[in-house]
T-cell receptor
Framework: KNEVEQSPQNLTAQEGEFITINCSYS?????LHWLQQHPGGGIVSLFM???GKKKHGRLIATINIQEKHSSLHITASHPRDSAVYIC???????????FGQGTRLTINP | DTGVSQDPRHKITKRGQNVTFRCDPI?????LYWYRQTLGQGPEFLTY????????KSRLLSDRFSAERPKGSFSTLEIQRTEQGDSAMYLC?????????????FGPGTRLTVT
């Protein structure tokens, strides 16, 4: 079993829909990251969080440390949100990131 | 642009050849990371440096792989005697250890194809 599991692996939705991507992890962490990867490979950091909730524009990330679970929400989704969304964790005392497999999101107009 | 840069962006090589990739981190960042990503998978950690010291290496980093960061600035990743299984995107990231921020900033990646 991977240390970081994401669901779903693929998600297709219509423009305007509310999107939720889930991430579960099995180790104690010091931080969890949500990343966005567009075709061509470039990775952009969306959020880094260790507790609670963060919001940036239409994106919201939440984490429940006790349940070892995080969610990424996108409100009023738009075709430009189409990308791969990756959850990654940094274990306590470590520097490297351990990544989930990614969720491929497609938003149709 | 003062982000992380990687060179080359694409590399096609024949099996058995050696290849070298370069990463230039954000200038004030003292930590530099190498990750590898195969198609349809999330990235996997290879190694990281703090300044010029290589502090951790993954078991994925076989004897054919070597990474250096000679002056604590840019880094190189060399793969000797490439194999088809080495085909992947090689990602570099950097971070700064000051304060409580461990945000890692990623470069565009080098896509390696071994034929």
């Amino acid at each position: 079993k991977n240390e970081v599991e994401q669901s779903p692996q693929n998600l297709t939705a219509q423009e305007g829909e509310f999107i939720t991507i889930n991430c579960s992890y099995s180790v104690g962490i010091s931080a969890l990251h949500w990343l966005q990867q567009h075709p061509g490979g470039g990775i952009v950091s969306l959020f880094m969080l260790s507790s609670g909730k963060k919001k940036h524009g239409r994106l919201i990330a939440t984490i429940n440390i006790q349940e070892k679970h995080s969610s990424l929400h996108i409100t009023a989704s738009h075709p430009r949100d189409s990308a791969v969304y990756i959850c990654a964790v940094r274990s306590q005392g470590a520097q490297k990131l351990v990544f989930g497999q990614g969720t491929r999101l497609t938003i149709n107009p | 642009d003062t982000g992380v840069s990687q060179d080359p962006r694409h590399k096609i090589t024949k099996r058995g050849q050696n290849v070298t990739f370069r990463c230039d981190p954000i200038s004030e960042h003292n930590r530099l990371y190498w990750y590898r990503q195969t198609l349809g998978q999330g990235p996997e950690f290879l190694t990281y440096f703090q300044n010029e010291a290589q502090l951790e290496k993954s078991r994925l980093l076989s004897d054919r792989f070597s990474a250096e960061r000679p002056k604590g600035s840019f880094s190189t990743l060399e793969i000797q005697r490439t194999e088809q299984g080495d085909s992947a995107m090689y990602l570099c990231a950097s971070s700064f250890t000051g304060g409580d921020s461990y945000e890692q900033y990623f470069g565009p990646g080098t896509r390696l194809t071994v034929t």
